[in-house]
């Protein structure tokens, strides 16, 4: 089954906005991984955030962890065409035989 | 430094056959995961390997099967492919620490049962 879920499942919206896109998880965990697929490729990291962290920033990208929640978000600000994607968060628990567990994703559509 | 590529891009077999995806991860990553990518299920976890060795493993069938060399490169099998087999296989590779690294993806092997 899956660790993290991401809501919405589909988001759309205008050039310049900020679009905020939410994970949960189950379990305890040793961080919280957002990715990023274009259309049919790999997945590429964007940002990590430890359990003992509660907020990240990577240029426009800006992610918080809410441990006691299990909960975390991505905000992508002053958004542009380009960032039209799939957002997936991934969690992995403690311990180098952890696994990444991926999230079924999030579509983002920017329209030009 | 170069990064994870996988082989090949696109496959197209017929149900009953088998195959084998080639990952190669990037310099200095010993780890290396699969995936299977379909649109209902999402990325699915299917096994991880480091020092050839299986370290974790996902719930699919005997059919899917792996390997890692020494050269820490890595395959993946795929016996009496089934329809549903259709997805876009992913590896990943990552150094092996308790921190928990980033993953870094290849772009894919699209395979395709008919």
């Known amino acids: 089954s899956q660790q993290g879920e991401e809501d919405p499942q589909a988001l759309s919206i205008q050039e310049g906005e900020n679009a905020t896109m939410n994970c949960s998880y189950k379990?305890?965990?040793?961080?919280l991984q957002w990715y990023r697929q274009n259309s049919g490729r790999g997945l590429v990291h964007l940002i990590l955030?430890?359990?003992?962290?509660r907020e990240k920033h990577s240029g426009r990208l800006r992610v918080t962890l809410d441990t006691s929640k299990k909960s975390s978000s991505l905000l992508i600000t002053a958004s542009r065409a380009a960032d039209t994607a799939s957002y997936f968060c991934?969690?992995?628990?403690?311990?180098?035989?952890?696994?990444?567990?991926f999230g079924k994703g999030i579509t983002l559509s920017v329209r030009p | 430094k170069a990064g994870v590529t996988q082989t090949p891009r696109y496959l197209i077999k017929t149900r009953g056959q088998q195959v084998t995806l080639s990952c190669s991860p990037i310099?200095?990553?010993?780890?290396v995961s699969w995936y299977q990518q379909t649109p209902g299920q999402g990325l699915q976890f299917l096994f991880e390997?480091?020092?050839?060795?299986?370290?974790n493993k996902g719930n699919f069938p005997g059919r899917f099967s792996g390997r890692q060399f020494s050269n820490s490169r890595s395959e993946m099998n795929v016996s009496t492919l089934e329809l549903g087999d259709s997805a876009l296989y992913l590896c990943?590779?990552?150094?092996?620490?308790?921190?928990?690294?980033?993953?870094?993806f290849g772009q894919g092997t699209r395979l395709t049962v008919v």
């Open positions: 379990t305890s965990i040793n961080n």
């Open positions: 991934a969690t992995a628990l403690t311990g180098a035989n952890s696994k990444l567990t």
């Open positions: 955030i430890r359990s003992n962290e």
């Open positions: 390997y480091f020092s050839e060795t299986q370290r």
């Open positions: 310099s200095g990553h010993r780890s």
């Open positions: 990943a590779s990552r150094v092996w620490t308790v921190m928990n690294t980033e993953a870094f």
